[in-house]
Every structure is written in structure tokens, then in C-alpha cells.
């Protein structure tokens, strides 16, 4: 009977956890859609910054997996970031089925102009928290998201 009740705790636990988790991504999701720059969408920012960190192409594919997305719905974000002139596409010189994506100058810019809009925003919620409070979750938030990237693959 003490088993059960543990396990109901825990139980709670888990769901006050992912309770809210849900509710502060789409808080945050939120908030940074509305100081992004007009036309910018978050998926738009996201594949710009991933591409800006990374410095180099990718595959399609490559972007879905990196953001847990269907291909479908990358290529469709790639296409509308490609129709802005924020990527370029090409064919794999050596397979012409396959795709590489690279960020533009003008993605580049798109980008740093998303995150100078956003920063304000991030260190605003961070000062208000307590910058020693959010550097103690951060080593928490990644296992947790490490472990649930394993388990999804």
C-alpha cells in the first residue's frame, strides 16, 4: 500500500512537471512570436539560428531530424525561408535526389535581427527568476531533454 502511494506521488510529480513545461513553452513561444520581426515566423528563426550556429549545410532530412519535424513540414518552412532569400538550396552535386541548405547573408541578418529582438525579452525573464536559479536548471532541463530525445529515436 506504501508503493502505491509513492507511486502516486510520483505520478503527480511527473504530471505537475510536464503541466508545466507545456504551459512555459507556450508562454515563451508565445512572447518571442510577437517581437520577432514582422513576416518571421518561429520556425523560421529556429532554422535560421541552427544554421547560423552550425556554419555549414544541411540536408533537409538532416533539419527535420535536428527539430523533430516531418520533412514535410521542413521542406515547407525551407521553401518559404528560400522564397525570402534567407537560404540557398542546392543539389548534392553527387546525387542530384538530395539537398543542401545553407544560410544567405540576408538569412544572416534576418537572424541577428531575430536575436537582438529576443535577447531583451530572454534576460528580462532570467533577471526576474534569478540568473543562479536558471544556471542550477539548466544541467535538469538538458538531461531531461536528452533523455527524451532517446527514447523518441
Known amino acids: 500500500m506504501s508503493g502505491e502511494k509513492g507511486s502516486d506521488k510520483a505520478d ?22 510577437k517581437v520577432l520581426p514582422k513576416g518571421m515566423e518561429l520556425s523560421h528563426f529556429g532554422v535560421l539560428n541552427h544554421l547560423a550556429r552550425i556554419n555549414d549545410e544541411r ?10 519535424v516531418t520533412r514535410g513540414a521542413m521542406t515547407n518552412t525551407l521553401a518559404k525561408l528560400e ?3 534567407h537560404v540557398h538550396i542546392r543539389p548534392d552535386w ?47 532541463l538538458r538531461e531531461l531533454r536528452i533523455s527524451l530525445e532517446s527514447e523518441s529515436t
Open 59 to 68: 540536408t533537409p532530412a538532416q533539419l527535420a531530424r535536428a527539430f523533430h
Open 12 to 33: 503527480d510529480i511527473a504530471v505537475a512537471l510536464f503541466g508545466e513545461l507545456f504551459m512555459a513553452d507556450q508562454l515563451a513561444r508565445n512572447r518571442i512570436s
Open 94 to 140: 553527387e546525387d542530384a535526389r538530395q539537398k543542401f541548405v545553407a544560410i544567405s547573408p540576408s538569412g544572416r541578418a534576418a537572424r541577428d535581427g531575430a536575436v537582438a529582438s529576443v535577447v531583451p525579452l530572454i534576460a528580462e525573464v532570467v533577471q526576474s527568476i534569478g540568473p543562479e536559479k536558471v544556471r542550477a536548471l539548466l544541467p535538469v
Open 83 to 85: 522564397w525570402a532569400g
